[in-house]
């Protein structure tokens, strides 16, 4: 077995001053903060945190776990099998000694965070469901990854103003459709329109099939569902900026040529 290689880690910043001493003792710091979003600086810290702490036990936790894996519970397989309550461990009992880490920590609930701080301050996890009563010694430092802390986002506000484009855009739609299937021969009006709502929900069917696999493809590049997400509405953005320069090159045409005298609008209507 080959000895992995010596991350360099500097302990010239509080930072990583701070991971050294997470590092020699996990439970009585009990945790740290890290308010960074996901991005090589937070990657070189967690490097160095892993390499300092190592061999103790890291646990990820998801923000969207069970109470049983979470805390421990019955393990299934294990009782079938044997024909009595066998108890399986959580996650926090399996970091004992150890570091938990999580992601996203500005989003955890209120009462997933109260289960954890119960353990912490009990040091031991205490189950009592399914048939199981037992409580298991458990101590472990948290490194929580807040990805907010970069300055607060005023989601009040952008939420508001998503609200009122789309609106605006829904009306814009609707007029521009009623404008075009009245445009040209009476008698189709019907099949125009029918052909604006096809477009359209294919449009919205590619668009959102796209937008998953964009999504997917960025999370696993980059490892960070934030990234992933704001790529993708980055690129929605300019292709609506795109799709609008489009629609206003045809509008724009139609007034310049109903400024024109007549026998100007003629020719140019002949011209086209």
């Not at 590619?206 to 490892?223: P, Q």
């Amino acid at each position: 077995m080959t000895a992995s290689p010596a991350i360099p880690c500097s302990l010239a910043s509080d930072a990583l001053l701070a991971a050294a001493l997470l590092a020699v003792d996990p439970f009585g710091l009990a945790g740290v903060t890290v308010g960074a979003r996901a991005g090589p600086v937070r990657e070189h810290w967690l490097a160095c945190l892993r390499h300092l702490a190592a061999p103790l036990p890291w646990r990820s936790l998801p923000l969207h776990i069970t109470d049983e894996r979470l805390l421990g519970g019955l393990d299934l397989a294990a009782t079938l099998h044997t024909g009595r309550p066998v108890a399986q461990r959580g996650v926090l009992a399996s970091a004992d000694g150890g570091i938990v880490e999580i992601v996203g920590a500005e989003r955890m609930t209120a009462a997933l965070a109260a289960r954890i701080g119960a353990v912490l301050d009990r040091r031991e996890v205490a189950v009592e469901r399914d048939g199981l009563k037992f409580a298991e010694p458990t101590r472990f430092g948290v490194v929580m990854l807040d990805e907010s802390a970069q300055g607060a986002w005023p989601l009040r506000a952008t939420v508001f103003a998503l609200g009122l484009a789309n609106g605006a855009y829904a009306v814009a739609a609707i007029g521009t459709m009623m404008g075009r299937v009245s445009a040209g021969r009476h008698g189709r009006e019907g099949v125009r329109m029918g052909l604006w709502g096809a477009a359209q929900a294919v449009a919205f069917g590619l668009g959102g099939l796209a937008g998953t696999l964009i999504v997917d493809l960025v999370r696993i590049l980059s490892g960070s569902p934030a990234m992933a997400y704001a790529s993708v509405f980055a690129l929605e953005a300019a292709l609506f900026v795109f799709a609008a320069a489009l629609a206003a090159g045809p509008v724009f045409r139609q007034r310049e040529l109903a400024l024109l005298p007549d026998s100007s609008r003629m020719a140019a209507g002949e011209g086209r």
